[in-house]
């Protein structure tokens, strides 16, 4: 079983950075395809970025791309999101995801394991 913990959530100010990281146990990372997701209040769960197992592959949602970065360490079986230029519209908390697949995935439905998430709130 895969445990996920996600940290590095908090409050910036409009056109600010954060890094959040997803820390992972109980499975072998190098063979997980992962994602970061975000829900913001009243709205539905909606994909931000996603990295194949390998780092070799990345998507991003339109609306994150320019300004987010996802990365991973299978050294350290951490997988990051850079988040740059940040939007008071980016508030919302911040799910990490992972599934096992060599190929990274926009649709939730296709992971299998999940974080409890951290909030990030921008302000303007």
């Known amino acids: 079983q895969v445990q996920l913990v996600e940290s590095g959530g908090g409050l910036a100010q409009a056109g600010g950075s954060l890094r959040l990281s997803c820390a992972a146990s109980?499975?072998?990372?190098?063979?997980?395809?992962m994602g970061w997701f975000r829900q913001a209040p009243g709205k539905e769960r909606e994909f931000v970025a996603a990295?194949?197992?390998?780092?070799?592959?990345?998507y991003y949602a339109d609306s994150v791309k320019g300004r987010f970065t996802i990365s991973r360490d299978n050294a350290k079986n951490t997988v990051y999101l850079q988040m740059n230029s940040l939007k008071p519209e980016d508030t919302a908390v911040y799910y990490c995801a992972a599934r096992s697949s060599a190929y990274a995935s926009v649709y939730i439905s296709s992971y299998d394991y999940w974080g409890q998430g951290t909030q990030v709130t921008v302000s303007s």
């Open positions: 109980g499975g072998t990372f190098s063979s997980l395809s």
């Open positions: 990295i194949s197992r390998s780092g070799a592959s990345m």
